[in-house]
């Protein structure tokens, strides 16, 4: 199974932190995963890698994020189709906290809610 083109995989993890330098020196030492850091147009983006495999990603917190939100890891999951997936996820009773945008040489993404208050990021990736 390909989870980058799997509709419903779990495809990537992401830290969303205050200090990206010193979450990668833990989890670098707690895992050994290396970080290769590269700028995605919104500041440094850390992609966590296991071997030559990409497993994750580090990244601060970005601007307009609001006062005392803690440093959390967030989940991906592959989608077909990220503006059908956000009409379903509304029809059974979940809500879009962040609309679509294109990450650049990514995809596509949005993060919804279910209707209990848990947050969950899909994801298109790019063909």
């Known amino acids: 199974m390909d989870a980058y083109k799997t509709h419903g995989a779990f495809s990537w ?19 050994g995963w290396k970080a290769e850091t590269m700028d995605m147009g919104t500041g440094p983006y850390h992609v966590l890698k296991v071997g030559e495999t990409s497993v994750g990603g580090i990244m601060g917190k970005p601007p307009g994020t609001p006062a005392g939100m803690p440093s959390m890891w967030g989940c991906y999951v592959t989608v077909d189709d990220v503006d059908k997936t956000l009409a379903a996820a509304k029809k059974l009773g ?6 679509p945008m294109e990450v650049k040489g990514v995809g596509r993404m949005a993060v919804i809610q279910d209707p209990q208050g848990a947050a969950l990021s899909v994801i298109t990736y790019g063909r």
């Open 13 to 31: 993890s992401e830290l969303m932190t205050s200090n990206p330098k010193a979450a990668c020196e833990f989890y670098g030492t707690l895992f």
């Open 94 to 99: 979940g809500s879009v906290l962040m609309e």
